[in-house]
């Protein structure tokens, strides 16, 4: 199967996104909070598969989470405390890209964290997310999957992209040789922490406008009907003589006027 084109991934992507929108507004009048958490490989295209639901959405209601390495006072915190003051209150929609599975990732493998702090983030988190949803919070969680032959084409396009240069970080370049032990830590950590309260759903990103059309699709299936009486406000015509902009001291820049 080829890669889908740019024109016919608009063309399905365009009535998931007004369903998106529907899905908005739903949240916003039931009041529901929904959690959804981006985890996967590295160049899997977890910010890409964000912006295709964020971009049509108020981002006072929609907020995307990328929390940087904590601070040393945070490293001294409780392990979930500084996600959980991202957490959707009535009405939000918080989409993390990456999450608290950094220590069940990145952490365990690197070396970041010791292996005590390993075992018992396996062993608190399947409790942690079971008090989330028994709190009422919509919460799901998408590991997006990506073969190391495409990882390292995606790697070497952003080695040569200045646009994409900020994407290649230096974990990034150690991590390259621990595809295989990715692996592992991934299997450990879907044993440990995939439930019934909080499952894993795993989506082929190799092609990625498929994975993110397979993704959106799947979140929207798994929604409760998200219809609501919210009708669009009517906009009456304007009376009365429509005005130009009028300007004293400074004037607007009117860039790529026509010369000729």
């Not at 409790?127 to 990506?146: M, Q, S």
Request: hydrophobic share 35%; glycine share 6%.
């Amino acid at each position: 199967m080829g890669k889908l084109k740019r024109k016919a991934y608009q063309e399905l992507l365009e009535p998931m996104q007004l369903e998106i929108t529907t899905m908005a507004r739903w949240v916003q009048h039931t009041g529901q909070r929904v959690l959804v958490l981006f985890e996967g490989r590295d160049t899997a295209g977890k910010g890409g598969a964000i912006q295709s639901i964020a971009e049509h959405l108020n981002p006072r209601q929609c907020r995307v989470v990328a929390l940087p390495k904590p601070t040393e006072r945070e490293a001294t915190q409780w392990y979930f405390q500084r996600y959980v003051t991202h957490l959707p209150a009535a009405g939000e929609i918080v989409l993390m890209d990456r999450s608290w599975y950094n220590r069940a990732g990145v952490e365990h493998v690197m070396g970041y964290c010791s292996e005590t702090e390993y075992r018992a983030f396996l062993e608190q988190t399947p409790v942690f997310e079971k008090l989330l949803v028994d709190d009422g919070i919509l919460l799901f969680k998408y590991w997006l999957t990506v073969d190391q032959a495409q990882q390292e084409e995606r790697f070497a396009e952003r080695h040569v992209d200045p646009l994409k240069g900020w994407k290649l970080s230096p974990v990034d370049l150690k991590s390259r040789s621990k595809y295989t032990a990715y692996t592992e830590a991934r299997e450990a950590m879907l044993r440990a922490t995939h439930r019934d309260a909080s499952p894993w759903t795993l989506v082929d990103f190799n092609d990625q406008r498929r994975g993110r059309l397979g993704l959106i699709r799947n979140l929207l299936d798994r929604l409760p009907d998200t219809q609501v009486d919210d009708p669009v406000p009517e906009l009456p015509p304007l009376k009365g003589k429509l005005h130009e902009e009028q300007f004293g001291v400074l004037k607007p820049i009117r860039a790529f006027e026509d010369e000729g």
